[in-house]
């Protein structure tokens, strides 16, 4: 899951990895109603990240995503 949020590039990669990446400095945590920070999501700067970097982001997110159950059940309801 990846979306662009102002200047910024929202990813969702779970926890774990979110969390390494913000205590290293690489991302900043998404906290969009600045509140409590969103723990599977990170912000990454656009002009502070690299192409091979952020293609690595975005596989990482795919990866994620696709770690996810299929809802079966919410396809059969939109083909009926």
């Known amino acids: 899951f990846v979306e662009a949020w102002g200047e910024s590039i929202m990813v969702r990669a779970g926890e774990e990895r979110t969390t390494d990446r913000i205590?290293?400095?690489?991302?900043?945590?998404f906290n969009p109603m600045d509140t409590t920070p969103m723990r599977e999501y990170i912000l990454?700067?656009?002009?502070?990240?690299?192409?091979?970097?952020?293609?690595?982001?975005?596989?990482?997110?795919?990866?994620?995503?696709?770690s996810f159950p299929s809802n079966k059940k919410s396809r059969e309801n939109r083909t009926a």
């Open 44 to 66: 990454l700067g656009l002009n502070e990240t690299e192409d091979d970097a952020l293609l690595d982001w975005l596989e990482e997110a795919n990866e994620f995503a696709g």
């Open 23 to 29: 205590a290293s400095g690489e991302a900043k945590a």
